[in-house]
Every structure is written in structure tokens, then in C-alpha cells.
């Protein structure tokens, strides 16, 4: 109990979370009943039963077929509401959410339904809470390098509209296979158009896609990167030019990233300097929110309070707010 105040009052900013990833069953079951969508599982205990993942594909079909349930605007309002809440309960006082929208245009719903829900929760959360969000609207990197330049025209229109909240492009989805340079052009021109860029890398990826995604799509921040532990040199690197690392301890354990909790190398890294940050991913799918997230490593790997601030500290240097200054070398 005295832990979980401790984290509660931490401040701190959530930079890595899938919205599509905050829908428990429950409102996957709420959604396909007001949708009139015929689900393959009978309740929600089932569904949940079918989180035992192996992988990260066998978590992004199960995912998929979750988000599969959104066709509305009050939809993607009432998802992305939901979870700025319990990010509010966990102290979270800035959240920086990724979205997908080739999950929703390919079943036929337009992509400013997708914006309109998701922006009228954040801004609603802002204007009564003070809880501040911006958008990463994400490429999947399993589709074509062609189908992220549609999905980026298709988009601009809007950005005047939502100027104030959507800053930046993210890459995500099936890692193997899919390295940065299939995405170079693409990320090439979101950097021209002056977004902020983040990219999927050193999850179950080698970290040969961490260096790509620095080099070829010059990212700000690399999402997951565990990985990139293996490659000394690389380290070296991302503590020299402060590259922060989103950090997702709860979803490496699900999707067996990592085996034990006790072998999370977040601590070492944190250790040794780099500028790692503490995330939740897909909260509903991996067990837990953001504060589940900081207790489960304070517990496995044994970390100070000056450590867990340090954490929470990262996480806004780290963010794309402005007024939090980075060791900027780069
Ligand atoms: N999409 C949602 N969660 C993801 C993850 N952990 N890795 C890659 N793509 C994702
Ligand atoms: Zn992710």
C-alpha cells in the first residue's frame, strides 16, 4: 500500500500505449452488442481465458480481432475515455497514445470517425481534468510502405483540426520481417511535414532494427528496445545521445519477450544511464495499467524510490512536451 502511494504520486506521463489496446472484454462485449458484431468467444471470461500468448503475433491476431468491435465515433470516444481514467487513477498526468488506423479503414470506417472519438476524450480529459494527451498516429509495418502514404494523405486534411494534439507517426505491428527501411520514405516525408517520430524496434527484433530505425527513419525515441542490450556498442550510443527507450515490462513478460520478471533488464539499463521509461502497451491485454506496471518491477528487481523517480522523471524528458529538456547531442 505504501509502495502504490509512493507511485501513484510520482509525476509521470505514459508514452507508449496502443489505445486499441486499453479495450477489455467488457467493452468489447458492450460494443459488438450495440454494433449487432457476432464475436468468436460466448463472455468475457472466455475471451479473457485466450490471453495466453507465445508470441507477439499471437497476441496482434487476438488484438485485431478486438478492435474489430469499434465502428463509431461515441466508440473510440468511450475506449480512449475509459483509459484516460485509469491513467488518471494511476497518477498519470500526461499520456502520449498511439493509434491505428489502417485497423479500422480497411473494415470500411472513415478515418476521421477514428480522430473525432479519440480527440473528443482527450480534449474532454483535458478541459475537466487537466490530464493532457498528444496523438501518435501509427503505421502497421505487417501492411505496405503504400498503405501508410494513403493512410498519411488521407489524414492531413485533418491536421489542421487537430493540431493541438496530434504531434507524431509511430510504427508498430509485426516486427520481424517488417525492418525500419521499408518505411524510410514514408517516415522521410512525416519529418518534412515536421512530425515527431517513433518507431516500434528491439522488442523481438534484432538490434540491428534499433540502429536502422535511428539512421534511416531518425526517430526521437525508440518504442520497447530491450534488445538493444545485446549489442554493446549500441548501448553505448543510446547513453551518449540520450535516445529514450519505452519500456513495456508487462507485455515483454506476456508475449515471452522476457521469462521472469527477475530478468527484465530495465533496471540494468536504467543503471547504466539510458533514459528508459515505463509503459503499459496494451494494458488489457497484458494485465495491467501503467502503476501495475511500475509495481510489478519494483517488486521483481528490487528498485529505490530514487530509482522509481528517476523512472517517472525519464518519462517526462522523454515525452514530447514541451519545456522538459533532454541532453539534446544529436
Ligand atoms: N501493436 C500493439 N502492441 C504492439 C506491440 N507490443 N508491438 C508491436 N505492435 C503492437
Ligand atoms: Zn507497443
Redesign the pocket.
Known amino acids: 500500500p505504501k509502495l502504490n502511494e509512493f507511485i501513484v504520486a510520482l509525476p509521470k506521463a505514459e508514452l507508449h500505449l496502443?489505445i486499441e489496446?486499453t479495450l477489455e472484454p467488457e467493452l468489447i462485449f458492450e460494443l459488438a452488442r450495440r454494433n449487432n458484431i457476432k464475436l468468436n468467444y460466448a463472455s468475457e471470461g472466455e475471451l479473457r481465458r485466450a490471453y495466453a500468448f507465445k508470441d507477439?503475433q499471437s497476441?496482434?491476431d487476438l488484438?485485431y480481432a478486438g478492435a474489430s468491435v469499434l465502428i463509431t465515433e461515441r466508440d473510440f470516444y468511450d475506449m480512449t475515455m475509459a483509459y484516460l481514467k485509469r491513467a488518471q487513477a494511476d497518477g498519470v498526468c500526461h499520456t502520449e497514445i498511439m493509434f491505428?488506423p489502417q485497423t479500422h479503414t480497411e473494415r470500411g470506417v472513415a478515418i476521421e470517425t477514428v480522430f473525432a472519438g479519440i480527440a473528443r476524450a482527450v480534449r474532454e480529459m483535458q478541459q475537466q481534468a487537466g490530464l493532457t494527451s498528444y496523438l501518435l498516429m501509427s503505421f502497421l509495418r505487417h501492411l505496405s510502405e503504400e498503405s501508410a502514404f494513403e493512410t498519411l494523405e488521407a489524414a492531413l486534411p485533418l491536421r489542421e483540426q487537430y493540431k493541438d494534439i496530434w504531434v507524431g507517426i509511430g510504427l508498430?505491428?509485426?516486427?520481424v520481417g517488417n525492418p525500419p527501411d521499408k518505411f524510410q520514405r514514408v517516415f522521410t516525408r512525416c519529418k518534412e511535414l515536421g512530425f515527431r517520430l517513433v518507431a516500434?524496434a528491439g522488442?523481438e527484433g534484432p538490434p540491428q532494427y534499433v540502429r536502422d530505425a535511428l539512421d534511416l527513419l531518425h526517430v526521437d525515441r525508440i518504442d520497447?528496445g530491450v534488445r538493444s542490450e545485446e549489442d554493446p556498442d549500441l548501448v553505448k550510443r543510446l547513453i551518449r545521445e540520450q535516445i529514450p527507450l519505452t519500456v513495456?515490462p508487462l507485455?515483454n513478460l506476456k508475449?515471452c519477450v522476457v521469462d521472469d520478471m527477475q530478468d527484465h533488464n530495465i533496471a540494468r539499463l536504467l543503471r547504466q544511464g539510458l533514459v528508459v521509461t515505463v509503459n503499459s502497451?496494451?494494458p488489457a491485454y497484458f494485465g495491467g495499467y501503467v502503476g501495475d506496471n511500475y509495481r510489478a518491477i519494483a517488486t521483481s528487481l528490487k528498485l529505490s524510490k530514487a530509482e522509481l523517480a528517476k523512472l517517472a522523471d525519464n518519462s517526462l524528458v522523454a515525452s514530447f512536451l514541451p519545456g522538459y529538456r533532454k541532453n539534446q547531442l544529436r
Open positions: 496502443h489496446g507477439l497476441f496482434l488484438y491505428d508498430d505491428s509485426a516486427e516500434h522488442e520497447h513495456c507485455s508475449l502497451d496494451d
